[in-house]
């Protein structure tokens, strides 16, 4: 049966020498996989691997069987075109590392459409701003909203975030805590907006620690996440 849907693209693996398998984040069924034949021949094709740039938004045709985990992807058509993340070398790293982050918590088939809202939402706020050096930063933590998984927010003065129990605090009772600098650095992010206009966040360290600390976030609290591999491109851009 024929579906149609918008689709985020997450990226891609090669399925043989003239295909692929696409995973993507949909608007209506969640995490998908579709497989593309003959992608990499020579022959006139309805979609190119210039069409499948990470993060990319599309409306997309496919064979939707309940019976497979990877359908065949009918068509696409490109319903957002970026004018900057495909072409500022800054926005292509955080771009990738993104793919391959959200590749890496968003595996599951159910459909979740507030969430699919907010990731393309910001990327388009993304793709239109220049005030993004701590944009990565504030997408994963904005996302932990919509996965059930949001750090406790705590105005006092404290030393402590327990990782395992998700709050602020003086006494972790868990093994699995961050103290220092990231701590203040959390409490004055969280819940703020991509635009803010403070002083949080300033210089290459504190952004490296707080990226740290989201991922050792996520391994805790998302079954079978494991750190991108992108991380320390990433990091090389910002230092």
Known sequence: MLANTEAIIL?????????????????????K??????????????????????????????????????????????IETFTSINSD????????????FLSKTLTIDIKNSELFLFIKQSLLWFDNSNN???????????????LGITPKFSSEKVSFFDIENGVFTDAPTSSSYFKGQVVKDLQS?????????????????????????????????????????????LNEVFS
């Open 11 to 31: 990226g891609y693996i090669n399925y043989s020498e003239s295909s692929i398998i696409l995973r993507a984040y949909t608007k209506d069924f969640g995490y």
């Open 33 to 78: 996989s579709f497989i593309i034949r003959g992608i990499r021949t020579k022959k006139k094709k309805k979609i190119t691997l210039g069409q499948l740039q990470p993060l990319t938004i599309l409306d997309i045709e496919f064979n939707n069987s309940k019976n497979n985990n990877i359908s065949y992807l009918k068509s696409i058509k490109i």
């Open 89 to 100: 070398i800054i926005k292509i790293n955080i771009s990738l590392f993104l793919s391959e």
């Open 132 to 146: 993004i050096s701590n944009f990565h930063l504030l997408f994963i933590l904005k996302l932990t909203n919509y």
């Open 189 to 233: 992010i969280l819940g703020i907006k991509f635009d803010y206009n403070n002083n949080v966040l300033t210089n290459v360290n504190q952004r490296k620690d707080m990226l740290n600390f989201l991922i050792s976030y996520f391994e805790f609290h998302v079954p079978g996440f494991k750190k991108p591999k992108s991380v320390d491109i």
